[in-house]
């Protein structure tokens, strides 16, 4: 007779209840689940925009693509009203909708995508003819290099020695010449030193952190040595950037539109601060993507162009903490503290049968030492509360019949996947949303190298939910 550990048994019966509350939710929303040929990893990701004028002038790896807010509101025929992106990260969605002459609203906690909505707004709506001769004239003149005063490059602990010796000399030189044109220009010409931060840099954006290239001479022994390759010289990337950005501006007046721009309307903070706040039945569509259940942070990821912006170190302790749970950093928020009303919400998650299912198997995985992070566990729970706050804010604020479009990514820990589609569709589900449709993805993600040496390949769903409000 075989006899199995006691840890063993809980590992299995934890496997066994996610197994069945997963095919619960299968079996629930059989024939919502729609593979669609038109989308792919480069339409739901920055990918597409790349090629895509004033879109592609900073490189935002979490965004979704213009094409993909034209592609659903195209199909689900969304032509007039107001929309809202609660996450609205470099402004994909906001400006997508204005051109498509829609109002768009949106609300953004990071301090960088902040920058990029308002200098974006700033030189489509706001440039003057001069400020444009302003430009021109740095990019002609090469105005950095005349400059024989040097302005101090803010840091952070985690940036300190980010550029080559001579690039930060430069950068330095640039920043002392912008003090000289108005603000207008003075905006424009940090926005674009924002654009090329990376690839002046001696790192590389790795979705939990930086990644150092051996020259920067911060490999520790016995780790994986990277080369990035080539590392940019600052004059090349700086004046490439800024006649893109002149280019689009230029291209982007000559164009034909069908329907005048619609406005839009940026709230700088949390969502989770700011929802609560607006209007019902306010809004005709949402089109969001939150931050997925992936561990990324931002705060690093971000963290050289975050210090040029002035954020320092304590900042971004505190920014962590605001953002949705997503990093194993993140602290449990009191949720219901926050907001009396959303006991409802958290009282949803308290009975989502799949989320308690794994977050049990987490937990027992954590006692056993096997997660190789201990704040894995509390990080899962903290963000499908949070997303349950999230929303069900968003049913409030939706008319009726209107739509709410979601991409997210489903994910992997200690080998077991997390439907995140399905928990998030039940959840919506009991606030007054119908799932019309899960679109899916033809290719599935496939799970980090660390979880694919350890438990073997499977490809994850990356959809975009359909929500109805009723």
């Known amino acids: 007779m075989l006899i199995k550990e006691k840890g063993q048994l809980l590992h299995e019966t934890s496997l066994d209840s996610i197994s069945d509350e997963d095919l619960r939710l299968l079996n629930h929303f059989k024939g919502k689940f729609i593979v669609h040929p038109n989308l792919n990893r480069k339409v739901v990701s920055f990918q597409a925009n790349k090629d895509r004028p004033a879109f592609r002038w900073f490189k935002f790896k979490e965004a979704f693509s213009a094409s993909l807010v034209e592609f659903l509101f195209r199909k689900y025929s969304i032509r007039s009203g107001t929309i809202l992106d609660p996450f609205a990260g470099s402004g994909t969605a906001l400006f997508a909708a204005s051109d498509l002459g829609l109002k768009a609203d949106g609300i953004e906690i990071l301090p960088l995508c902040q920058q990029i909505i308002a200098t974006r707004l700033c030189l489509e709506r706001n440039f003057a003819a001069e400020d444009f001769r302003a430009i021109k004239q ?29 690039t930060l000399r430069e950068i330095q030189r640039y920043l002392a010449a912008t003090k000289h044109e108005n603000s207008q220009v003075q905006s424009i010409l940090r926005f674009a030193l924002l654009c090329v931060l990376e690839i002046v840099s001696y790192t590389r954006k790795d979705g939990q952190y930086l990644r150092w290239d051996h020259r920067a001479g911060r490999t520790l022994p016995g780790k994986i040595v990277f080369h990035k390759n080539r590392i940019e010289d600052f004059d090349s990337a700086i004046t490439a950037k800024l006649t893109e950005i002149l280019n689009d501006v230029s291209y982007n007046q000559k164009l034909v539109r069908p329907n005048p721009k619609g406005d839009i ?206």
Not at 141 to 160: A, D, Y
Not at 310 to 337: A, F, W
Request: with cysteine; aromatic share 8%.
């Open 138 to 166: 740095w990019i002609s003149g090469h105005t950095w290099n005349t400059s024989k005063e040097k302005s101090p490059l803010p840091e952070l602990r985690i940036t300190k020695g980010a550029y080559p010796s001579e």
């Open 265 to 470: 309307q940026l709230w700088p903070g949390s969502c989770l601060d700011i929802l609560p706040t607006l209007p019902e039945k306010e809004y005709d569509a949402i089109m969001t993507s939150p931050p997925y259940c992936n561990r990324y942070d931002y705060t690093r990821t971000y963290a050289l162009e975050l210090a040029l912006l002035g954020i320092n170190d304590r900042d971004i302790v505190n920014l962590r903490q605001q953002l949705l749970s997503c990093t194993v950093e993140n602290r449990e928020k009191d949720l219901v503290q926050m907001n009396s009303k959303w006991s409802e919400a958290v009282e949803i998650a308290d009975n989502q049968k799949l989320l308690q299912a794994m977050l049990s198997f987490l937990e027992d995985q954590n006692a056993q030492h096997k997660l190789n992070n201990t704040g894995i566990p509390r990080m899962v729970r903290g963000y499908f509360y949070d997303m349950a706050c999230v929303i069900s804010e968003c049913s409030r604020i939706m008319k009726e019949n209107a739509l709410m479009f979601m991409v997210n990514d489903n994910v992997r820990y200690a080998g077991a996947s997390i439907s995140v589609d399905m928990i998030l569709s039940d959840m919506a589900e009991k606030v007054d949303l119908q799932v019309e449709n899960i679109l899916v993805l033809p290719d599935g993600k496939g799970n980090s190298s660390q979880q694919m040496g350890a438990h073997g390949i499977e490809p994850l769903r990356k959809c975009v939910y359909v929500w109805r409000k009723k």
